[in-house]
């Protein structure tokens, strides 16, 4: 069981950056593959990033590829989305996923694939 707690969100100018956290409760977050997914008003929740139980793999959503960087430190229970560039369209409720997962180098796409899930933060991009 893992429980995972999201921060960082905000209003921001398009062009702007922000950072978000996700801190997650437990002992063995290294087992875990995490993702960032996002839903904006009146459209379904869409995946992000994702990443591996150790940080060395990695995956964007096109649209997003260049100006958002996931990241994680095992050691304080934390992934991080930095997103930079920012646009009006990308705002949403942000949520943080977790994947128990046996072995490394896999990180998820979809959200059937996660068992876990934070409560949100809101971006808010302004144009």
């Known amino acids: 069981q893992v429980q995972l707690v999201e921060s960082g969100g905000g209003l921001v100018q398009a062009g702007g950056s922000l950072r978000l956290s996700c801190t997650a409760s437990?002992?063995?977050?290294?087992?875990?593959?995490m993702g960032w997914f996002r839903q904006a008003p009146g459209k379904e929740r869409e995946f992000v990033a994702a990443?591996?139980?150790?940080?060395?793999?990695?995956s964007y959503v096109d649209s997003v590829k260049g100006r958002f960087t996931i990241s994680r430190d095992n050691t304080k229970n934390t992934v991080i989305l930095k997103m930079n560039n920012l646009k009006p369209e990308e705002t949403a409720i942000y949520y943080c996923?977790?994947?128990?997962?046996?072995?490394?180098?896999?990180?998820?796409?979809?959200?059937?694939?996660?068992?876990?899930w934070g409560q949100g933060t809101q971006v808010t991009v302004s144009s």
């Open positions: 996923a977790a994947r128990f997962t046996y072995t490394d180098g896999s990180h998820y796409d979809t959200i059937v694939a996660y068992n876990y």
């Open positions: 437990g002992r063995t977050f290294s087992a875990y593959a």
């Open positions: 990443i591996s139980r150790s940080g060395g793999s990695t």
